[in-house]
C-alpha cells in the first residue's frame, strides 16, 4: 500500500470549524522558479562557497576577506555560538508572525540588506540587484556610498531605499551629498563612522584585489577561470555601461575604479567628527541614522545629536581587527536607547542569530555577504532566493521557540552556553 501527501494531511486536517491556515509546509520540496545553479542552496552559508566557484578569486577575496587576522570575523559568529535556547512548548503558534515595524512603515521579515561597496562589481548592476529583491520581499535595502550605480537610479527602482554616506570632515561636501541624497529622494540617511582611516586588509591583497583595481596578467587569468562571471558581469557591465566609476562618494562623479587617483575620494575621513554629524541632522529632513557604533557611551552622544537610529556594527569585521562582536555590547547600548531605534549588523547567517539579536534589543538586523554572494551568482533571483530561506528559518524557529511575535522573543528565552556571562 502507498500513502500519498494527501492520505498524510487527511490524517491530521483539524475540523473545519477551528482549522488555521498552515504557515509552513509539512515536507521541504525542490523550489520552483529558481535558478538551477542554486536550487540545492539550502542556507545563508551554502551561498558562499557556490559565489566561491563563480566568482574570481580577487572579487570573490574582497567580498570575503577582513581585516588582519581575522580574529573580528571570528568572533562575529562565535559570539552566537554562546547563546543557546530554552524554548516554550504547548502554544498555539499557528498565528505567529515576523512582520516588523520600523520607522513607521511595516516590513514582512525583522532583517534588511546592509549596505556593500562595489556591488555591481560582483554581480552585473548589482546594487538595483539587490535593492529590486528587497522592494518584492518588502524588506528595506541599504545602497552604499562606494557603489559603482548611481543613487539615483537605485531610488528610482526602490522608492523606500536608503543610502549609507563615507564622508570626510569637510562641511562643503557633506553639505553637498546631503543636499544630493534629499533632492534624489531617500528618506532614511546613514553615516558609516567606523572607516576613519584605511583598514589593512591583507587577505584582499593576498587574494590579488586592491584599490584601484590595477589591471595585470595575473588579473585577466583570474577573470577568464571565471567565465560566467567574465562574460554576464564583467564583459557585460563594460559593453553596455562603460567602465564603472566611484558614483556616489560625493555630489559628483567620482574616479573609475582603475584610477590611480581614486584613493583621494576616500581620505580625510580621520577629520570627521561629532560637529559633523551635528550639521547632518540640520540639513538631512529625514530619518538619520549611525552605523558602525559599539561603544555604549558613544551611542548616547548619538542620542543626545538627536539621530533616528543607530546600527550596532563592527562592519562585517573589515576595520579594526579584533573588535569584539557587536552581540557583546547590543544590550548595554539598547538599554540606554531611550527612543533612539537600534539595529544590528555583523554575523547574522541564520534565523537564530536574528532572534538571538533581537533578545538582545535589536529592533532589527542587516544581513550583508550571504545576499551578494546570492546575487553574484544568480542575480535577482538569487537574492529573492536568499531573502526567502531566511524568512522561512525565522518563522520556523518562531514556531519552535514557542513565540507567535517578535516581541515575544526575550532574553528569559535564551541563556549562556559559554563564554563570561
Given at each position: 500500500?502507498?500513502?500519498?501527501?494527501?492520505?498524510?494531511?487527511?490524517s491530521?486536517?483539524?475540523?473545519a470549524?477551528?482549522?488555521?491556515?498552515p504557515?509552513?509546509?509539512?515536507?521541504?520540496?525542490?523550489?520552483t522558479?529558481?535558478?538551477?545553479?542554486?536550487?540545492?542552496?539550502?542556507?545563508?552559508?551554502?551561498?558562499?562557497?557556490?559565489?566561491?566557484?563563480?566568482?574570481?578569486?580577487?572579487?570573490?577575496?574582497?567580498?570575503?576577506?577582513?581585516?588582519?587576522?581575522?580574529?573580528?570575523?571570528?568572533?562575529?559568529?562565535?559570539?552566537?555560538?554562546?547563546?543557546?535556547?530554552?524554548?516554550r512548548?504547548?502554544?498555539?503558534?499557528?498565528?505567529?508572525?515576523m512582520?516588523?515595524?520600523?520607522?513607521g512603515?511595516?516590513?514582512?521579515?525583522?532583517?534588511?540588506?546592509?549596505?556593500?561597496?562595489?556591488?555591481?562589481?560582483?554581480?552585473?548592476?548589482?546594487?538595483?540587484?539587490?535593492?529590486?529583491?528587497?522592494?518584492?520581499?518588502?524588506?528595506?535595502?541599504?545602497m552604499?556610498?562606494?557603489?559603482?550605480?548611481?543613487?539615483?537610479?537605485?531610488?528610482?527602482?526602490?522608492?523606500?531605499?536608503?543610502?549609507?554616506a563615507?564622508?570626510?570632515?569637510?562641511?562643503?561636501?557633506?553639505?553637498?551629498?546631503?543636499?544630493?541624497v534629499?533632492?534624489?529622494?531617500?528618506?532614511?540617511?546613514?553615516?558609516?563612522?567606523?572607516?576613519?582611516?584605511?583598514?589593512?586588509?591583507?587577505?584582499?591583497?593576498?587574494?590579488?584585489?586592491?584599490?584601484?583595481?590595477?589591471?595585470?596578467?595575473?588579473?585577466?587569468l583570474?577573470?577568464?577561470?571565471?567565465?560566467g562571471w567574465?562574460t554576464g558581469?564583467?564583459?557585460?557591465?563594460?559593453?553596455?555601461?562603460?567602465?564603472?566609476?566611484?558614483?556616489?562618494?560625493?555630489?559628483?562623479?567620482?574616479?573609475?575604479?582603475?584610477?590611480?587617483?581614486v584613493?583621494?575620494?576616500?581620505?580625510?575621513?580621520?577629520?570627521?567628527?561629532?560637529?559633523?554629524?551635528?550639521?547632518?541632522?540640520?540639513?538631512?529632513?529625514?530619518r538619520?541614522?549611525?552605523?558602525?557604533?559599539?561603544?555604549?557611551?558613544?551611542?548616547?552622544?548619538?542620542?543626545?545629536?538627536?539621530?533616528?537610529?543607530?546600527?550596532?556594527?563592527?562592519?562585517g569585521?573589515?576595520?579594526?581587527?579584533?573588535t569584539v562582536?557587536?552581540?557583546?555590547t547590543?544590550?548595554?547600548?539598547?538599554?540606554?536607547?531611550?527612543d533612539?531605534?537600534?539595529?544590528?549588523?555583523?554575523?547574522?547567517?541564520?534565523?537564530?542569530?536574528?532572534?538571538?539579536?533581537?533578545a538582545?534589543?535589536?529592533?532589527?538586523?542587516?544581513?550583508?555577504?550571504?545576499?551578494?554572494?546570492?546575487?553574484?551568482?544568480?542575480?535577482?533571483?538569487?537574492?529573492?532566493h536568499?531573502?526567502?530561506?531566511?524568512k522561512?528559518?525565522?518563522?520556523?524557529?518562531?514556531?519552535?521557540?514557542?513565540?507567535?511575535?517578535?516581541?515575544?522573543?526575550?532574553?528569559?528565552?535564551m541563556?549562556?552556553?559559554?563564554?563570561?556571562a
Amino acid at each position: 500500500m502507498t500513502i500519498t501527501r494527501d492520505d498524510l494531511t487527511a490524517s491530521v486536517q483539524e475540523p473545519a470549524a477551528t482549522k488555521a491556515q498552515p504557515t509552513e509546509p509539512l515536507t521541504w520540496s525542490m523550489p520552483t522558479g529558481v535558478p538551477r545553479r542554486i536550487r540545492n542552496v539550502l542556507s545563508l552559508l551554502d551561498f558562499e562557497e557556490e559565489a566561491r566557484k563563480f566568482l574570481p578569486r580577487p572579487i570573490f577575496g574582497f567580498i570575503s576577506g577582513a581585516a588582519e587576522e581575522n580574529a573580528a570575523l571570528s568572533d562575529n559568529r562565535g559570539a552566537f555560538a554562546e547563546y543557546g535556547f530554552v524554548p516554550r512548548v504547548l502554544n498555539n503558534v499557528s498565528q505567529r508572525s515576523m512582520a516588523t515595524k520600523l520607522f513607521g512603515q511595516t516590513f514582512s521579515a525583522p532583517f534588511g540588506i546592509a549596505p556593500m561597496g562595489m556591488s555591481a562589481l560582483c554581480a552585473y548592476r548589482g546594487d538595483l540587484v539587490l535593492t529590486q529583491a528587497a522592494r518584492a520581499a518588502n524588506v528595506p535595502m541599504i545602497m552604499s556610498g562606494s557603489s559603482l550605480i548611481r543613487l539615483e537610479e537605485v531610488i528610482a527602482a526602490n522608492p523606500d531605499a536608503w543610502f549609507q554616506a563615507y564622508l570626510p570632515g569637510d562641511e562643503t561636501r557633506i553639505e553637498e551629498l546631503v543636499h544630493r541624497v534629499q533632492n534624489a529622494g531617500f528618506k532614511t540617511l546613514l553615516l558609516t563612522v567606523d572607516v576613519t582611516v584605511h583598514a589593512n586588509r591583507e587577505n584582499n591583497i593576498r587574494a590579488g584585489f586592491t584599490t584601484p583595481l590595477k589591471p595585470s596578467l595575473q588579473l585577466m587569468l583570474d577573470g577568464l577561470s571565471r567565465p560566467g562571471w567574465l562574460t554576464g558581469v564583467a564583459a557585460k557591465t563594460v559593453f553596455k555601461h562603460g567602465m564603472p566609476h566611484f558614483e556616489n562618494s560625493f555630489a559628483t562623479r567620482g574616479a573609475p575604479i582603475i584610477a590611480k587617483t581614486v584613493m583621494r575620494d576616500f581620505g580625510a575621513r580621520d577629520h570627521l567628527n561629532w560637529e559633523h554629524l551635528a550639521l547632518m541632522r540640520r540639513l538631512f529632513k529625514g530619518r538619520l541614522i549611525v552605523k558602525g557604533l559599539m561603544h555604549p557611551d558613544d551611542a548616547r552622544k548619538a542620542r543626545e545629536h538627536g539621530v533616528d537610529g543607530v546600527i550596532v556594527s563592527n562592519h562585517g569585521g573589515r576595520q579594526l581587527d579584533y573588535t569584539v562582536s557587536p552581540l557583546r555590547t547590543l544590550k548595554e547600548i539598547a538599554d540606554n536607547a531611550g527612543d533612539m531605534t537600534v539595529m544590528f549588523d555583523s554575523g547574522i547567517r541564520r534565523g537564530t542569530d536574528v532572534l538571538k539579536a533581537i533578545a538582545l534589543g535589536a529592533k532589527f538586523v542587516f544581513v550583508g555577504r550571504p545576499f551578494l554572494y546570492a546575487a553574484s551568482i544568480a542575480g535577482e533571483a538569487g537574492a529573492a532566493h536568499a531573502i526567502k530561506i531566511l524568512k522561512e528559518e525565522v518563522l520556523r524557529d518562531m514556531g519552535l521557540l514557542g513565540i507567535n511575535s517578535l516581541d515575544e522573543m526575550t532574553p528569559d528565552l535564551m541563556r549562556r552556553v559559554s563564554g563570561i556571562a
